[in-house]
């Protein structure tokens, strides 16, 4: 009897518990390994906040924001100090030079090269650049605004004897003549002239003007394009050239005299392209995005134009038409042409010579009297003056920020606001007094109201 040896499968079960162990570390330190790789590189491309600095508790000093420091006004000052210096010994020493207008050119080109060496003591070039360039544009802005105080100044200066008389503002010079004193005659003449003619000239400008403008940026194509090259070539148009075209087509073609319309209109010529290119710069800095709300609320183009684009531009075109009107007010050959010259008040524009203070300035000044003189820098600061005020009343008409309500608007709004309140609570206590109806419920489908109960079953 043969017996067969019983097969035992124990080489095979203990070597599956010893084989998982194995892969599963592997695995496991794998996964490990790439975790480990990926948080490195995350934390590497990541950005990390520093910490606080280890200062030992002491407070932080505050960084000085400001521009000016302590070597930069010693630099400046060593730089015009060195550069006064030279340019006298060079101008008095060395070089036979004596013209005030070279000493001064002079003198800014050695204070902008000393004030480039003493600061590169103390920074790189690129700070260096920078601060030379910063002290180039202030001086620039210096020497245009002395410019202006000095024009100002010496205006107000000629004119110091004719202005205080009362009689230059409440006369004219029809009674007046070269030799007479200044309690004599005065500029109301020229003052109406000036008043009626921009009048005129504004009246027609201003509508063309900015309708030209609505018109070059909500309807494009090749005809705004031609219109938009033609204003822009009649921005530099001479004012000579005005003068002539409309005493050319006016007075000689038509007929007409020679009166303050036909200088209206020569002005108007030279005002109008500098008011629809100025408008159609500033039409265009309206955001595109207001004017499709608009649109999506339903309004039409006209309607979004009138409401949203110009309120939105107001004091950019506020800011046109005084451009406008500073070209035109003060020019004196258009007038010349076209309305002449006189000594008496012309009230009339329609007929009649009628002259502008910008005119009368000019007549006067070349008369060698001293008194005619004198008005004649009166006439011009008086000028001045009345460009001002026309400034200011325009910034106060038109200077306030898209939306922005004056008082009255904004009294109304608020009377108009109680009364809506007002109504409202009024039509709320009503509705609240109102006896209310009493309702009764309907009868559900599923269960009839009418339908009798139900009769026990026998059964």
């Known amino acids: ?177 070269p030799v007479q004193p200044l309690t004599s005659g005065g500029m109301l003449h020229a003052i109406a002239g000036t008043v009626e003619q921009m009048s005129i000239a504004l009246v027609i400008t201003v509508p063309l003007g900015l309708a030209c403008a609505v018109f070059l940026n909500e309807v494009p194509g090749g005809y705004a394009r031609f219109v938009r090259t033609i204003v822009e070539a009649m921005t530099a148009l001479p004012s000579i050239v005005s003068g002539l075209f409309i005493y050319a087509t006016v007075i000689l073609i038509l007929g007409m005299d020679k009166s303050g319309f036909a200088a209206s209109l020569a002005l108007a010529v030279m005002m109008l392209p500098i008011i629809i290119r100025a408008s159609d710069v500033v039409i265009r800095l309206v955001p595109g995005s207001l004017r499709e709300a608009s649109f999506a609320l339903g309004a039409s183009q006209w309607r979004t134009v009138w409401t949203v684009t110009l309120p939105t531009a107001r004091s950019g075109l506020t800011t046109a038409v005084i451009l406008g009107t500073a070209r035109g007010i003060g020019e004196t050959s258009p007038v010349l042409l076209t309305a002449g010259f006189t000594a008496d008040m012309n009230l009339n524009p329609l007929s009649g010579p009628q002259v502008s203070l910008p005119l009368a300035t000019f007549e006067l000044v070349r008369s060698p009297q001293p008194s005619f003189i004198a008005r004649g820098f009166g006439a011009a ?56 109806a009493a309702v009764s419920p309907s009868p559900s489908p599923a269960t009839p109201a009418s339908a009798p109960p139900s009769a026990p079953s026998d059964q």
């Open 1 to 177: 009897m043969n017996r067969t040896a019983p097969v035992l499968p124990a080489a095979l079960p203990p070597a599956l518990p010893a084989a998982a162990p194995a892969t599963e570390s592997a695995t496991e330190s794998a996964n490990e390994s790439v975790t480990a790789s990926a948080t490195a590189s995350a934390t590497a491309s990541a950005t990390v906040r520093p910490g606080p600095p280890d200062d030992g508790g002491a407070p932080e000093v505050r960084r000085a924001v400001s521009g000016a420091r302590a070597t930069d006004v010693r630099a400046l000052i060593g730089a015009l100090a060195g550069a006064l210096g030279l340019t006298t010994v060079l101008f008095t020493r060395i070089a036979p030079f004596d013209a005030p207008l070279g000493f001064v050119v002079v003198a800014f080109l050695s204070f902008a090269g000393l004030y480039a060496v003493l600061v590169s003591f103390a920074e790189n070039g690129m700070a260096v650049r920078d601060r030379v360039a910063a002290v180039i544009i202030h001086s620039l802005a210096v020497l245009v605004v002395c410019a202006l105080v000095f024009v100002v100044a010496h205006t107000l200066w000629k004119g110091r004897t004719a202005l205080p008389h009362w009689n230059f503002f409440t006369e004219d010079m029809s009674l007046t003549g």
């Open 381 to 436: 600061a008086l000028l001045m003056g009345l460009v001002l005020l026309l400034f200011v009343l325009a910034r106060i008409i038109g200077g306030r920020a898209p939306g922005e309500l004056t008082k009255s608007q904004t009294h109304r709004r608020v009377l108009a606001s109680r009364q809506d309140a007002e109504r409202m609570s009024a039509r709320n206590g009503t509705a609240a007094g109102r006896p209310s």
